[in-house]
């Protein structure tokens, strides 16, 4: 008989989920609130939204299982989804990495080092908190923010008033955090996956730059020693299975003086493993769908060294990466628009030199010095 995944969010991630299970049999049906969600060009979309019980009800008597490709979909349409269908990742650990609050207290719970930070309502509480942090913050919303959104920069008290301007009319909906503000070095996450049975793989460390809060390249291996890349493991490892978390995740890390302060937590495939679709044995989403269904996972062992450069707002002339010799091109078939992701590709070679040679040739012929630079170096 035929398996039928649903995914809840119908963009780009939810449309390499769905090219990634078609091998193995199996259909799809993606839940989107939007007519022209990409991930309907690759598999039949339900247009409906997330809290419309309706709409609910026929995603869930048309699939067998359902999983997510957006971390924002409200809690109570998860758990009203769980009644009546398995739901993968679960939607309590759904609702814990939806809200910054929870997911530090957690990561605090589990002797996962994070920075300094605080709840705050009121404005008062803001400049108290920010005073108590000392130097430099940043104000967050909650819940609802993603890839920089929704966050204000605080240098000092002064900014205080400009940061609630900003962001005050939030503390009543989507709630406040300030956290202090973390002069790392280095920005890396785990991607793993926890199946079902509780089993744990891990994909090698991957390093992330970041443009405007919004990831710009991806490299892995990061080169990261053993002990250090140990630690991070098992803080994956011990959140997955605080959560009883079944799919793949991302833990993002800061790397300050050679300790890890870890960020947030992403419920479901992520940016930083886009690379392990041609970078790795198994993918992040062949490995989410072989999770969420109970299959044995695949290895998660790279093929020599990967980097994945993000294209923002539009994407460039793809001949540039197709003329590399093992240059992988993922155009998501979104319209151009400033800020959103609308395609990557990934290089992939067997020696750091020879991917060094491949992303700085890219970066010519693009003209994107500024993004693969940082690869570059990290490569030398
Ligand atoms: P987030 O939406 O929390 O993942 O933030 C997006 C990016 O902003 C991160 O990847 C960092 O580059 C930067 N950022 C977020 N929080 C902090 C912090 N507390 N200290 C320094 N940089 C931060």
Known sequence: MMTTVGILGGGQLARMLA?????????????????????GQC????????????ALAEFASRVDVATFDFENVPAESAEWL??????????????????????????????????????????????????RIGGACILKTRRMGYDGKGQFRI???????AAWQALGSQAATVGLIVEAFIPFQRELSVVAVR???????????????????????SLAPAIVDDALAEQAFAHA????????????????????????????????????????????????????????????????RML?????????????????VLSQPTGHWHDYGK????????????????????????VGQVGDLLARQSQVSPIVQALR
């Open 43 to 54: 598999a039949p979309l339900l247009v409906g939204d997330y809290r419309d019980e309706s």
């Open 82 to 131: 769980a009644a009546r269908v398995p739901v993968f990742p679960n939607p309590r650990a759904l609702a814990l990495a939806q809200d910054r609050l929870v997911e530090k207290n957690l990561f605090r719970s589990l002797a996962i080092p994070v920075g300094d930070y605080a709840a705050v309502a009121t404005r008062d509480e803001l400049e108290t908190e920010v005073a």
């Open 195 to 217: 199946g079902r049975d509780g089993e744990f793989r891990s994909w090698p460390l991957t390093e992330n730059w970041h443009v405007d809060g919004v990831l710009s390249a």
């Open 237 to 300: 490892r011990r959140l997955a299975d605080a959560l009883d978390y079944v799919g793949v995740f991302a833990l993002e890390l800061f790397c300050r003086d050679g300790q890890w302060l870890a960020n947030e937590m992403a419920p479901r495939v992520h940016n930083s493993g886009h690379w392990t679709i041609e970078g790795s044995e198994t993918s992040q989403f062949e490995n989410h769908i072989r999770a969420v269904l109970g299959l044995p996972l695949g290895d998660t």
């Open 304 to 320: 020599g060294h990967a980097c994945m450069l993000n294209w923002i707002g539009e994407v460039p002339d793809r001949t540039a």
């Open 335 to 358: 319209l151009p628009r400033s800020g959103r992701k609308v395609g990557h590709a990934t290089l992939r070679a067997e020696t750091t030199t020879e991917l060094a040679t491949q």
């Open 19 to 39: 090219l990634s299970g078609a091998p193995l049999g199996l259909r799809f049906l993606v839940m989107d609130t939007e007519a022209d969600a990409c991930a």
């Open 155 to 161: 240098r000092s008290v002064a900014d205080v008033e």
